[in-house]
């Protein structure tokens, strides 16, 4: 199964599907979203007592959230999915629903931890 790069130009971020890049929407948004460009790794205690086999030695590593964007993979089902979603705001001050599924992704990623 192919897996698809991201990457940042000029501010927008980018899915590398090989043929024409799938533009996502603007990094600054994404970082806002996030709450900034920096991310200090925490997990919970209701984490660690579900996964007590969980390796927590990254907690309090702080990353910069467009290196994790940088390093971000997606599986084609996923650049699908991304594709299918309006690339602009559907209300004004908002993040277009392609922006939205992405960051949801990259938070997903961004709790997980560093592996």
């Known amino acids: 199964m192919p897996r ?3 990457y940042v130009d000029d501010d927008i971020i980018y899915i590398d599907t090989g043929s024409d890049p799938l533009a996502v929407g603007p990094v600054t948004d994404a970082i ?3 709450g900034g460009p920096a991310w200090t790794i925490a997990y919970s205690d209701e984490v660690t007592h579900r996964h007590p086999d969980l390796d927590t030695s990254d907690a309090g590593l702080t990353v910069d959230v467009v290196d994790i964007i940088h390093a971000m993979t ?3 089902r996923f650049v699908e999915t991304l ?3 309006p690339a602009t705001p559907t209300e004004r001050g908002e993040i277009s629903p392609r ?3 992405f960051v ?3 938070l997903e990623n961004l709790e997980s931890g560093v592996s």
Do not use: I
């Open 74 to 76: 997606h599986s084609e």
């Open 104 to 106: 949801g992704k990259l």
């Open 32 to 34: 806002e979203v996030v």
């Open 4 to 6: 698809y790069g991201t």
């Open 99 to 101: 922006l939205g599924l």
């Open 83 to 85: 594709t299918a979603q």
